[in-house]
């Protein structure tokens, strides 16, 4: 007994010097990659006009510094956790690691219900504003998810799953491109720039917005861990625990819900980070705990698509990339990866 | 021990789908009791588990708990009073042993889940009663069936329930720990006074540990009664519908079907002894008499399950000339003789046997090299 006691301790030491090291790691990530960010562009500022450009109004570097990189790296730091948040809940839910927003169709039933909004209130001359976009976009990955539902009842393979969700986003990709075509020449090119992914059209007036919905659904999914961590051990086990499935498993869908069409309705349909961060978090904590893993995904996806924006601004500046295309360049081998090692380990 | 049942269901009518697979179901336990249900694969154990333990929406009818509706008890509640063993294949991902045995703990954490040192020390004595502490660091999913059974029951019990319904859980354990779960439950029974649901194959443990029997076939609860009643007489073999073969109630034993036909072998046991060479000689195939034993020999069940034929005496009876005569004429129609039994006071009536046989004689070993050989 007493050997046992000590056994535990040690492993919860071990745990907790993790913890520390691992969210110091991911905060100095992300420190580092917002300061790059403001650093690196069309306009090479030095450090002491980055500096005087965040705290002096008047400073002659504040539009570049405030007006083309901080209204880009915010949403990038909030869309990018949300992204990797709603991936986690995704998973969690289907009980599948490499369920995530933009591999279930979701992101797609988004955009597509968005962008035939757009182009309806456009064509009679009215620009929707952000509660509107986000609201149009939660219908639409509400749509892509009741699909997906509707398919998980009946399929129990994660493989049948991901196929059918795939499917999905592609018949939605398919008739926005096909509605695109038909909108007015003025509203194409934004359109098409948006439909491939980009964090470049985001205003001051949407961050306020996209605030306001990812802090909360952040502060909400934390609330749920307990439940969530009970939820890994299945239905059965999870209810025998005291947990409420109905109402669980609405708020779960709900949250991932929200979180993809806040990301979809500002920055386009942004791929695999829903999937490749939560597994990297997995791997640098060594845990799935949700207490963990909720503030760590968020982190790390905030990261993931920081150093994914840099990449799409710089790489072949002046021409940009869209996000999706780097964010798929470096999500995309993890899927990859994460598919391999559960064949390995027999899973299903 | 009080008198009115701790859980229970009333009238209650469980299926999938709307459909009914059993109906007006009556079932129950005290507090200090294990109620065990038996019944054939696919008689609907498992349902009647999951539709008690709120899994399964019910039908029709009530399930009472501690006495209030289930149905309207908020989930907390009634995983501060149940806890569940389930057949459910689990894998969660990245979770230690002693992670998994901690979730039990999780209608007396706070919001956030973070387990109190009281917690903790629940939690390890609750692995030290499933003696899992050597791999408790283990993770979950890379441990053997029999292992991840002894974690899931330290998670019921760190849940310090006062009823455990239980899915045949002892299915993918050795011997051993067979014995080790139900002395477990046996002891949280007495001590702690809790309520116990369990479904088991292994009938002989059913016996052993059951207060009350609940069977279960042909889509109806067939019958519940104390195990005294349930596995005596042919009960347990109508239950099954055991056609080859036979189940000892007694000793909870199963006998193959005994080989048929005319005897080429004569086994004079006793006490036991000849137990090893019946079984032989069901297992090459060869039919075979036995006698003459009384019906209170040990290895009276085994001869009666297996010889052909059996010439024996009622329990305490003396052997009489009647029985010796009738033994005298199998041993006319068989080729060989066996003697394994030591004559005593009361069989010494045997001895009448083994002179009659002289020239049919053989030792053990030497039938045993005539049966594989095939010269019988």
Wanted: aromatic share 8%; net charge neutral.
């Amino acid at each position: 007994m007493a050997q046992s006691r000590k056994t535990e301790h040690r492993t919860e030491g071990t745990n907790r010097a993790r913890l520390c090291i691992g969210f110091a790691l991911l905060l100095a990530a992300l420190l580092g990659f917002v300061f790059w960010n403001i650093v690196a562009g069309s306009t090479h500022l030095s450090i002491r006009e980055v500096f005087d450009g965040l705290v002096n109004p008047q400073s002659s570097q504040r539009a570049i510094v405030m007006n083309v990189r901080m209204v880009r790296i915010l949403p990038a730091i909030l869309l990018g956790g949300a992204l990797a948040l709603s991936g986690f809940l995704l998973q969690t839910f289907f009980n599948n690691p490499i369920a995530g927003p933009f591999i279930l169709g979701i992101s797609s039933g988004a955009k597509l219900v968005l962008s035939v909004t757009m182009i309806g209130f456009l064509s009679r001359g009215i620009a929707l504003n952000s509660v509107m976009m986000i609201t149009a976009s939660f219908v639409g990955a509400m749509l892509a998810m009741g699909f997906v539902l509707a398919i998980s009842a009946k399929v129990k393979r994660m493989s049948m799953l991901i196929i059918c969700g795939v499917m999905i986003g592609y018949i939605c990709s398919a008739i926005t491109e096909f509605v695109i075509r038909f909108a007015d020449d003025s509203n194409i090119v934004k359109l098409h720039d948006w439909a491939q992914g980009s964090f470049a059209a985001i205003k001051w007036e949407n961050v306020a917005v996209i605030a306001a919905v990812v802090l909360p659904a952040l502060v909400l999914t934390f609330l749920l861990s307990k439940p969530i961590g009970a939820y890994q051990l299945g239905e059965t086990y999870a209810q025998n625990m005291g947990v409420n499935i109905r109402a669980f498993r609405a708020a779960l869908i709900l949250l991932s819900g929200v979180l993809s069409a806040c990301v979809t309705a500002f920055a386009g349909p942004i791929s695999f980070v829903g999937v490749a961060v939560p597994h990297l978090m997995r791997r640098l904590f060594k845990t799935a705990k949700p207490i963990v893993m909720i503030p760590a995904c968020f982190l790390g996806g905030a990261v993931f698509c920081l150093a994914c924006d840099l990449i799409a601004r710089t790489a072949f500046a002046p021409n940009e990339l869209s996000i999706s295309s780097v964010t798929a360049v470096f999500g995309a081998p993890i899927v990859i990866l994460v598919m391999l090692r559960r064949q390995k380990e027999g899973g299903r | 021990m009080n008198d009115t049942y701790f859980i229970s269901a009333e009238h209650m009518t469980v299926g999938y789908d709307g459909k009914p697979l059993i109906e007006n179901i009556e079932i129950g336990v005290r507090r200090g009791e294990i109620l065990t249900l038996i019944g054939p694969n696919g008689s609907g154990k498992s349902t009647i588990l999951k539709s008690v333990i709120k899994q399964l929406r019910l039908l029709a009818g009530t399930v009472v708990l501690d006495e209030q509706d289930m149905a309207g008890l908020k989930e907390r509640d009634v995983a501060k009073k149940l806890a569940i063993v389930m057949t459910d294949c689990i894998r969660p991902e990245l979770m230690t042993c002693w992670d998994v045995a901690a979730t039990g703990r999780y209608p007396y954490t706070g919001r956030l889940g973070i387990l109190s040192e009281e917690d903790k020390r629940i939690v390890d004595a609750a692995m030290a009663t499933v003696r899992a502490q050597d791999f408790q660091d283990a993770d979950f999913s890379r441990i053997s069936d029999g292992q991840r059974q002894r974690i899931l029951l330290a998670r019921a019990i760190a849940q310090q329930p006062e009823v455990i319904v239980l899915d045949e859980p002892t299915s993918f354990l050795d011997v051993r720990h067979k014995l080790e779960l139900l002395d477990i439950l046996k002891r949280m029974v007495r001590e702690q006074n809790v309520a116990v649901i369990v479904s088991l194959h292994e009938l002989d443990l059913a016996e052993k540990i059951s207060d009350r029997v609940v069977c279960v076939a042909h889509n109806r609860i067939d019958r519940c009664d104390t195990p005294e009643a349930v596995f005596s007489g042919d009960y347990i073999k109508q239950l099954y519908g055991i056609e080859r073969g036979t189940f000892h109630a007694a000793f909870g034993s199963l006998e193959m079907a005994r080989v048929e036909g005319e005897p080429k072998v004569f086994v004079i046991g006793g006490g036991g002894s000849g137990i090893p060479v019946y079984r032989f000689l069901q297992r090459a195939n060869v039919p075979f008499a036995a006698g003459v034993i009384q019906q209170n020999d040990v290895e009276y069940p085994v001869a009666n399950a297996l010889a052909a034929e059996l010439v024996s005496v009622p329990a305490f009876a003396v052997i009489d000339d009647e029985a010796i005569e009738r033994a005298k004429q199998q041993i006319d129609l068989c080729k060989a003789v066996v003697t394994t039994v030591e004559i005593g006071e009361t069989n010494r009536a045997n001895e009448q046997l083994i002179a009659y046989a002289l020239d049919k004689r053989m030792d053990t070993e030497s039938l045993f090299d005539a049966v594989r050989e095939g010269r019988l």
